[in-house]
């Protein structure tokens, strides 16, 4: 299983960018996917997910900027970023769980980063 990310880059104070997360490979089932970042000396942070069912929920710092959405028939998952802000700034990293057989446990895939950087 791979997730593959794009969309990142340098963006201007108040800017968008909009991230995408494919994942492929022996996918039998995709549970939960999500956004994390992880800011040059700090820790990595659950920035959004958003379940199979389309449930989503935000770290407060974004909450009415960004926006998480997925396209399940593609096992994509997207994060559309308004209103970015220079701590915006980090490396951000797609999770998703899955299963590739329908008999073993769901296990968490990471995506390889992506910058993200904000900046006049």
């Known amino acids: 299983v791979q997730l593959v990310e794009s969309g990142g880059g340098l963006v201007q104070p108040g800017g968008s960018l909009r991230l995408s997360c494919a994942a492929s490979?022996?996918?039998?089932?995709?549970?939960?996917m999500g956004w994390y970042r992880q800011a040059p000396g700090k820790q990595r942070e659950l920035v959004a997910a958003?379940?199979?069912?389309?449930?989503?929920n935000y770290v407060d710092s974004v909450k009415g900027r960004f926006t998480i959405s997925r396209d399940n028939a593609k096992n994509t998952v997207y994060l559309q970023m308004n209103s970015l802000k220079p701590e915006d700034t980090a490396v951000y990293y797609c999770?998703?769980?899955?299963?590739?057989?329908?008999?073993?446990?769901?296990?968490?895939?990471w995506g390889q980063g992506t910058q993200v950087t904000v900046s006049s």
């Open positions: 999770n998703a769980r899955i299963k590739t057989n329908p008999v073993l446990y769901w296990n968490d895939y």
């Open positions: 958003i379940t199979s069912g389309g449930s989503t």
């Open positions: 490979g022996s996918i039998f089932s995709i549970n939960a």
